[in-house]
């Protein structure tokens, strides 16, 4: 079955290495065109096609044509009120912490693991009221998604979201934080290298085995490409994953609104939005990228222009529901909350686990 792939190749650019900004050519020839937003040097030392290959996750279309993900639809009507700016950092404040954790991927081009796993950490803390802060594991979808795609080589956006549903995806923080059970290695980290799948937590120092750390998912799905759609979804259950092309420009983005200005297509790069607003009347979505807070000057952040698809980012998007319940005595991979829908409820974990495992069988055939 085939998904969106978000691949991590680049062709081959030819760049001279920029000793400065004044002289680098694309930046240059970017800000002679006086458009929404500055371009500047964001790794000095390395060549575009260098900083493209270590932090680009490239878009592949490779879609099934007989897959179509259950599309959700919001009763948005002209009395809906859809606010002119919206920060989820500020809505959720008890989430602000989460929400606002702008990860770093380094050398790996995994996009498509950490912004899902960043979008079903804000979620969970979301639905929880904060109770669970949990930090879901881009290393785990990375090394243990057997369906997910390539690894550091690439990934399937939705796939991920399955996996997450079916098989549930254990805690884990950045390289070298030594937070949760299996926190980012620096073989993927430093070296754009795939670590094997291991179904223990790596972290010693964490005291939940890997089996009770897993939370799961009840419900995953796309949205349609409607901006209303979009925000009302990120009002009502907090930031939601996204999809773009990505152009030789957008490596140099600084601040201001993206749009796309000049330069081949390189592929594409999957993203967590976290609201919308205006800037010199030109609206745009808030979004997290995953290079690191020291990316451009908003942070790790970036604003690119909203209501006209813009490099497809309106046509790629993912939710999810996590699976949650108040009761602490629950197991958060078997147990299912009321109004899940979910036949595991009934069931014991035994058989749970042998009904996830058929169903992934049967859906990857």
Not at 239 to 264: C, L, M, N, R
Not at 289 to 294: A, H, K, R
Request: a negative charge; charged letters at 20%; proline letters at 5%.
């Amino acid at each position: 079955m085939k998904y969106l792939l978000l691949l991590c190749t680049v062709g081959h650019l030819v760049w001279t290495k920029p000793n400065s900004e004044c002289s680098n050519p694309l930046v240059e020839t970017i800000n002679s065109k006086n458009t929404t937003w500055k371009a500047g040097v964001n790794f000095p030392g390395e060549t575009p096609a260098e900083f493209a290959k270590k932090r680009l996750g490239l878009l592949g279309n490779h879609q099934d044509p007989n897959f179509h993900p259950e599309k959700k639809v919001h009763p948005v009507g002209r009395k809906t009120v859809i606010p002119p700016s919206f920060d989820a950092r500020d809505q959720w404040l008890e989430c602000r912490d989460v929400i606002d954790n702008i990860r770093d991927q380094g050398n790996c081009v995994s996009c498509w693991a950490f912004a899902a796993a960043e979008v079903m950490s804000d979620r969970l803390c979301i639905l929880s009221k904060a109770e669970l802060k949990f930090e879901f594991s881009p290393q785990d979808l990375l090394s243990c998604c057997p369906h997910c795609g390539y690894g550091c080589g690439g990934g399937y956006a939705f796939a991920a979201w399955i996996y997450w549903q079916e098989r549930g995806i254990v805690s884990g923080g950045d390289y070298n934080t030594n937070t949760g059970c299996k926190p980012y290695e620096g073989l993927a980290y430093l070296n754009n290298t795939t670590p094997t799948c291991k179904t223990y937590c790596t972290n010693t120092n964490y005291t939940i085995a890997y089996d009770n750390d897993r939370r799961i998912g009840a419900s995953y799905f796309s949205m349609s490409e409607n901006i209303q759609q979009i925000q009302y979804e990120i009002m009502t259950n907090g930031p939601i994953q996204a999809s773009y092309k990505v152009y030789e420009d957008f490596t140099t983005y600084k601040e201001g609104v993206y749009q796309y200005t000049y330069g081949a297509e390189l592929g594409g790069h999957a993203v967590k939005i976290i609201g919308w607003g205006s800037e010199n009347d030109v609206p745009y979505w808030l979004v997290a990228n995953s290079w690191g807070s020291d990316w451009a000057n908003l942070k790790g952040y970036f604003k690119i222009k909203r209501g006209s698809n813009e490099c497809g980012i309106e046509a790629n998007v993912i939710g999810g529901i996590p699976l949650y319940d108040s009761d602490p005595t629950t197991d958060p991979v078997t147990d299912s909350p009321d109004g899940t829908g979910s036949a595991m409820k009934a069931m014991s974990s035994a058989l749970v686990l042998l009904l996830n495992g058929f169903i992934f069988f049967i859906l990857y055939q």
